[in-house]
């Protein structure tokens, strides 16, 4: 979606830069112990760990939930017709906060360029 964004408060930068990567290496260490399960059951719910999912998809559920989080990152909308921008609030998710450029409205403001999607196989 070209109008929608992610903010990430500076206040929660350690959540990135520590708590996700921790969390992710902590999953991969249980599995490489072969208890993958017994990890999945103590962070999600035992449901999760019968759901026998490939790596990449517990991994992006790591990220989701930690995502996910009260106030973690905000969603932030951009009216394609005046330019103004919707911030998510974090005390209540459902409460958008407005603001409008003081300039004129910049077209594409979130049309960064797509990354470069290869992966090493192995």
Known sequence: MPSLGHVLPDRKSALVFDLIPRTIASSIAARVRGEG????????????????????EVVFDILTSWRMGAGNVLEIWRCEACGRLWVQ?????????????EDEPVQDLFAVPEPEETVPEF
């Open 89 to 101: 609030d974090w005390r209540t998710p459902n409460r958008l906060i407005a603001f409008q450029p």
């Open 37 to 56: 399960h017994v990890w999945q059951k103590r962070f999600f719910s035992d449901k999760y760990a019968e759901l026998n999912l490939k790596d990449e």
